[in-house]
């Protein structure tokens, strides 16, 4: 029978599609990038001004350096122990081979939430310090089983009658392996090391885990700043990603298949590993500050003030480290593991709470905080759930209240009741939060937004029910954007997300209904544990100076009590 050679339309059109469906979303975040508006809801113009931000921003280096270190480390690593295992099964007469094999696909097919909670209980038993080494522990974990089955798999194509030949015609067991066997092996090696490399770069989730002092890597990072939105910089850093990871990749492929010399394959990787590097080359960010005192701060990417940080440092003559994390459920696994050194963090207040009963935390030295009772409004003082302020003292706070679009939006917005007006289903967006979400029910039943009572909380339940078919989404990191796009016209919203989204489109408005809203309050709190306990409390202090606390305000843009 002959065959067809020549190309079908149908299928080349449906390749095609396939390709844009893969890279087309990646073709906008690069173009976005260059986008002059702060927030990817409109183009207003080309402009490089993010890149060059991104020069300047130490926390970003920071996160880069780590990034690369722990690649680096965790790719040496599971090489070299991943070869030799790879060489010992394909070489030596293992008893129980399949019962082996199973095991080195095991990391590769069990779930990574699952690996990264047996990784902190893990760690939490054995004492480990959660550092940068625990996250390159965690990441060998998973890496070292590719390098294995990629190797093993390049041994297990080849003809050993050639290690024969050369033990035949005189060569040791050690010359064989130098001179035969790990040539043969080598792009096997190579390429495996390359996904390596880039799996641990970008590895976010079990990463986040298993984090601790000053060993936040880039992609916790970027996940971080989504807190603000899918802004420029975001988008920036993450073509810088794909430009030095995606040219990875490749060559790994291309190696693996040998259709790429190794001495071409290892300029390329030089080259780009130098180009990853060279932003880091004079910066010194480690070594500069490794002999001054050390403050360990663990908050929320919005709360971030670079002058702020700069100005304590100068004053008192110490370097302020800080980690992110972007749930308070995340800020209370690291505590409750007891083996993070932070000195503050900044929890919300029902978490407060949970932390002073779970007695996680250190009661302050209310005399060394003159600045807090001298400018604090009084009304944030003694609040529920911490009624003497023994373990914290507010630092931000913010409303839960309605942000629409004025143009589209007609008649009085002032009432809950908006979310639910089927003139605008599809358009309505709420915040991911459970808690949010049930609040603004109860309170426009007319019942409290922290009633207890089952009945009160069950209609609540059953009134969000019935919204739901209205609902476009539930989005608490970047709704504004979708107001500004003009995809939603009226959201359930926090007052800090709206601050810098109101000065790029005049006609988003935010307003408190009339039945009240959900009053949320940060607090800066110390640690049960935490080393530098008398800088914390100089920092919490120079925080509530009103000037200071002004910068904050301009530059985060959310409330300060």
Known sequence: ????????????????????????????????????????????????EWYRSLWHNEQIFNSLANSLAVAILATLI???????????????????RALLDGLIYLPLVIPEIVVAVALVIFFSLMRFQLSLWTIVIAHVTFCISYVIIVVGARLASTDRSIEEAALDLGANERQTF????????????????????????????????????????????????LKRGITPEINSISTVILLATIPL????????????????????????????AAPLAGRGLRLRDANLPQLNIYCWSTYISPRLIHGFEQEY?????????????????KLQGGNVDYDIVVPSDYMVQILIQQQLLAPLDKSRLPNVWANLDRRFLRLPFDPENDYSVPYA??????AYRSDLVKGPVDSWDVLFDRRYAGHIVL?????????????????????????????????????????????????????????????QAYNGNLTFAIRDEPRLRYVIPKEGCTISVDSACIPKNAPHQGLALEFINYFHRPEVNAEFINDCGFNSP
């Open 78 to 96: 599971s090489v070299v122990f991943g070869t030799l295992t790879a060489l010992a099964l394909s070489r030596g007469r293992v008893r129980g």
């Open 249 to 276: 990749v490749y060559i790994a492929e291309r190696l693996e298949r040998g259709a790429m010399r190794m001495r071409t394959g290892l300029g390329v990787v030089a080259g780009i590993f130098l180009l990853m």
């Open 178 to 225: 130098l001179r035969v066997t790990l040539p043969i092996a080598l792009p096997a090696v190579l390429s495996a090391a390359l996904l390596v490399f880039t799996t641990s770069f970008d590895d976010y989730l079990i990463t986040s885990f298993v984090a601790g002092v000053k060993s936040t890597t880039l992609p916790l990072q970027i996940y971080s700043m």
């Open 431 to 491: 915040l991911d939060d459970m808690r949010e979400a049930i609040g603004m029910a109860l309170k426009k039943l007319g019942y409290s937004l922290n009633s207890t009572n089952p009945d009160e909380i069950r209609q609540a339940r059953d009134l969000l029910l019935a919204q739901k078919p209205l609902v476009k989404g539930y989005n608490s990191s970047n709704f504004e954007e979708d107001l500004m796009a003009a995809d939603a016209w009226i959201a």
């Open 1 to 48: 029978m002959e065959t067809v050679r020549g190309k079908s339309p149908a299928l080349g059109a449906v390749t095609f599609l396939v390709y844009v469906f893969l890279y087309a979303p990646i073709a906008v975040l690069v173009a976005f990038s260059f986008n002059r508006s702060r927030l990817s809801a409109r183009w207003l113009g080309f402009t490089a």
């Open 397 to 402: 706070w913010g409303t839960t209240g309605l």
């Open 317 to 333: 003559h110490c370097k302020v480290n800080y980690d992110l994390y972007d749930s308070n459920e995340a800020l209370l696994a």
